[in-house]
Nanobody
Framework: VQLVEGGGESVQSGGSLRLSCEMH????????MGWFRQALGKEREFVAR????????TYADSVKGRFTISRDNDKNTVHLQMNNLKLEDTAIYYC????????????????WGQGTQVTVSA
C-alpha cells in the first residue's frame, strides 16, 4: 500500500486548505484512514480519522469544528478540509492507513504517506 498526499501550501491565518491522500495498491474501504501532523520540534499527533466501512469520524479537540475528514472509496482517496486555519496548525501533515477497525494508537497505522507541509502565517 502506498499513500500519496497533496494540497499542502502556505496560507494566511483564517484561510482554508484541502489536503488529499490517494491510496495505491490497496482498497481504501478496507482501511481506517487517519491524518496526523508533526510540528517542528514536536511529536507527531493525531488530527482526525475516518473508520471503515461506514466512515465514522473522530477529531482531535484542537481541530473540532474547523477540520473535516472525508473519504471517497470509489476514488481511493481521503480528504482533510481545513478551515479557519491558525498559526498553531503549521506542521507537516501525514496520511496513514490502518487495517484495524478502531486503531488505539499511532502504532496501529501500518502505512504512511510522505507528508505535505502546511504553513499558516499571520
Amino acid at each position: 500500500v502506498q499513500l500519496v498526499e497533496g494540497g499542502g501550501e502556505s496560507v494566511q491565518s483564517g484561510g482554508s486548505l484541502r489536503l488529499s491522500c490517494e491510496m495505491h495498491g490497496g482498497r481504501l474501504y478496507a482501511h481506517t484512514m487517519g491524518w496526523f501532523r508533526q510540528a517542528l520540534g514536536k511529536e507527531r499527533e493525531f488530527v482526525a480519522r475516518t473508520m471503515w466501512p461506514g466512515g465514522e469520524t473522530t477529531y482531535a479537540d484542537s481541530v473540532k469544528g474547523r477540520f473535516t475528514i472525508s473519504r471517497d472509496n470509489d476514488k481511493n482517496t481521503v480528504h482533510l478540509q481545513m478551515n479557519n486555519l491558525k498559526l498553531e496548525d503549521t506542521a507537516i501533515y501525514y496520511c496513514a492507513a490502518s487495517s484495524i477497525w478502531r486503531p488505539g494508537d499511532i502504532s496501529d497505522y501500518g502505512n504512511w504517506g510522505q507528508g505535505t507541509q502546511v504553513t499558516v502565517s499571520a
